[in-house]
């Protein structure tokens, strides 16, 4: 049975139960069919969405001001350093002050605790669009990738190789919801927040779904049905790079570690990639991979969380 979303933030994927998120879901494989058939399809008419941006985006920006003007909405890009935010505000007014103009707020910044302090100070739903520690609507077009290209999610297995990273987390909770098995391979340095990896395994407990982290890519890929990677050095990350690199070098993925997984395993990555560095050109751009595919549903799955919400 649908729940009623509105008014509800996505400000990272803990606070959204395993009902909740297939109900993101499912919106999305319809409202991706209407735009498929040219439905036009126009909940968000006379709504605005301001989206605040600290970090650069190509997808980010671009599917929810697109996906804003599909459901027949507006979207306002703001970047912070325009803002009075890059001059003292606080977020909690900007927050305060935003709710009275708009109907939601996305923002993509560093600290997750700033995307908490702007939904305490709001009225109007906070949508993450990436943080240090999380970046839930990219895993939720991942998720439904996953169930596109295998027609269920629970009792898969995805293996993350590489930097322990936002990504890493928001997969390890979205995938321990809906029942689906993460193993991350990262080396002694860069492995995911043990306490999120902790949350996360105790999501997946009673699914029989397993969460887990391991030295060796290799060990992690054995009966993987999806292999994800994304980028070694994270935003904000630069001061770390030449150190990162070298510990990651044998963290890439190839053909080979593809032929080590599940025959008919898929290649995932949230881009934007860097071939040669955390993935083989051949795999990126071979036929097991689905990175298009993936990208396209940033507009879907937000399109489907815009409606919900909002
Ligand atoms: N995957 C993703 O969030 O891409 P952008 O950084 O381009 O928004
Ligand atoms: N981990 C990457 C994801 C980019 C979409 C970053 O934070 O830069």
Redesign the pocket.
Known sequence: MAVNLKGKDMLTLRDWSTEEIWQVLKTAEQLKMFRKIGHVYQPLQGKALAMIFT?PST??RVSFEAGMFQLGGHALYLSANDLQLGRGETIEDTGRVLSRYVDGIMIRTYKQADVERLAAGATIPVING?T?DY?PC?VLADLLTIYEKFGRIAGLKMAYIG?G???THSLMIGGAKLGMSVVCASPAGFTPSPAIVDYAKSLAAPSGATVGVVASARDAVNGADIIYT??FV???QDADREQKLAALADYQVTPQLMAAANPGAIFMH???AHRGEEVAAEVIDGPQSVVFDEAENRLHAQNALLSLVI
Request: hydrophobic fraction near 25%; glycine fraction near 6%.
């Open positions: 970090k997808r980010t990436l240090d970046h990219q930097d990273n936002n990504m994304d980028v994270s935003m904000g949230c881009l934007p």
